[in-house]
């Protein structure tokens, strides 16, 4: 957190920008949409520039930042908008292209997720949560394969249903799929919560506050044929804000549209709104820096910290720090390259240390672990056997 010239107690809105990055979408019938990587980098080009990032400053000074949700187009068989299917393909290429720039602008790595259809259809949206178990293998080749555990959801068209609730407290302290009030033909977040601050939701009935663990945050479309952002939005935030101390507001788009202007219309927008309330001050942050800012004190905050030991075929993971989950994300590797979760079960055996027995057939050779806090660490550790 910065503290600035208005110190800790100011009252401030938290400003996030969520971009759902799946690569390029080709749609004869939709010539908005940028149907190849070199028209996506060109629009994507834009907003990393330092001019483009520093154009309206927030109250302390500081730069635009976005939090980038990639996608893996994987689990389906159809591709009729020849998206780039494919474990890693989307974040790789940004990685490659844009590495230093993300470090450079504090921008943060989320995950977001179509989940399969039946169909196999890549334009389709699977509704079955209990359908497919693809969103373990992406996760586990992303652990093991690039040495990545997001802190921080989006599901795909912010579809949203009990079981995929239920999983996600599991293993993300911060989901951004919150899209109340809209309701549309997949989804309905008309009774869902229109706060621009991030609550505990049930986690079977998410669109109530409940006892849950994870954040769950509103974003809303930045400009869609569904919903636009715009100053009423603004000011719920900023009046937010002046009742409760902080707020989030958050609007999402996507990589396959030139969205430079559209965003400058919004800051442009939000700057103006922002000179009526003297009080309140407002910083550009990450999707999960937001969460935190707004619910915690993070001043005493442990790095995580991953120790694996094997005794014969016995896997020991002792964590230091707090961790979010009920026990680590285990995968294996085999020596045929398959990618695996342990079909054993992980035992805790103490406060953060667990246990799990590794089958002497298995022909695993190597190991990964992963978890995270609800400050938005994580860790990755790898055994070779």
């Not at 939005?233 to 958050?250: R, Y």
């Not at 103006?272 to 001043?299: C, F, G, H, M, R």
């Not at 022909?363 to 990755?380: P, Y």
Request: one cysteine or more; charged letters at 25%; proline letters at 4%.
């Amino acid at each position: 957190m910065v503290a600035g010239v208005y110190g800790n107690s100011m009252k401030k809105v938290n400003v996030v920008f969520c971009m759902d990055t799946e690569g390029p979408c080709d749609d004869p019938n939709n010539v908005e949409l940028l149907h190849n990587w070199n028209l996506v980098d060109k629009a994507m080009d834009k907003l990393f520039t330092v001019d483009f990032r520093t154009k309206y400053p927030d109250s302390y000074g500081g730069h635009f930042k976005i939090g980038w949700f990639f996608l893996s187009w994987t689990g389906f068989k159809i591709n009729p908008r020849w998206r780039d299917f494919g474990h890693h393909k989307v974040r790789d290429h940004y990685l490659e292209r844009y590495g230093d720039f993300l470090k450079k602008y504090g921008d943060e790595e989320c995950w977001h997720y179509h989940h399969p259809p039946t169909s196999g259809v890549g334009n389709e949206w699977g509704m079955e949560w209990n359908s497919s178990t693809e969103y373990n293998e992406i996760i586990s080749r992303q652990i093991i394969e690039r040495g990545w555990f997001p802190t921080c959801f989006r599901a795909g068209g912010t579809i949203m249903n009990s079981d995929l609730s239920q999983w996600l407290e599991r293993w993300f302290p911060f989901d951004y799929s919150n899209r109340a009030p809209l309701n549309f033909k997949e989804m309905d977040w008309s009774n869902g919560v229109v706060d621009w601050y991030p609550y505990h939701p049930d986690p079977k009935y998410f669109k109530s506050e409940g006892n849950g663990r994870r954040y769950m945050s509103r974003c809303m479309d930045l400009e869609t044929n569904l919903y636009t952002s715009d100053k009423k939005d603004i000011e719920q935030a900023f009046l937010e804000a002046s009742l409760k101390g902080k707020s989030i507001l958050s609007v999402f788009d996507h990589d396959y549209r030139d969205i430079e202007e559209r965003i400058l219309s919004f800051l442009s927008k939000l700057n103006l709104v922002s000179k009526k309330y003297d009080e309140i001050s407002w910083q550009y942050s990450t999707p999960s820096d937001a969460i935190i800012d707004v619910t915690n004190d993070d001043s005493n905050n442990n790095l995580l910290k991953l120790k694996l030991t094997v005794s014969e075929n016995k896997l020991n993971i002792e964590v230091e720090g707090d961790v979010y989950q009920e026990y680590p994300w285990v995968v294996f590797r085999g020596k045929n390259g398959s990618i695996t979760q342990p079909k054993n079960e992980i035992s805790n055996v103490s406060n953060n240390v667990w246990e799990l027995i590794i089958e002497d057939n298995s022909g695993v050779e190597l190991i990964a672990v992963a978890v995270s806090n609800d400050l938005g660490e994580t860790a990755v550790e790898y055994m070779k056997l």
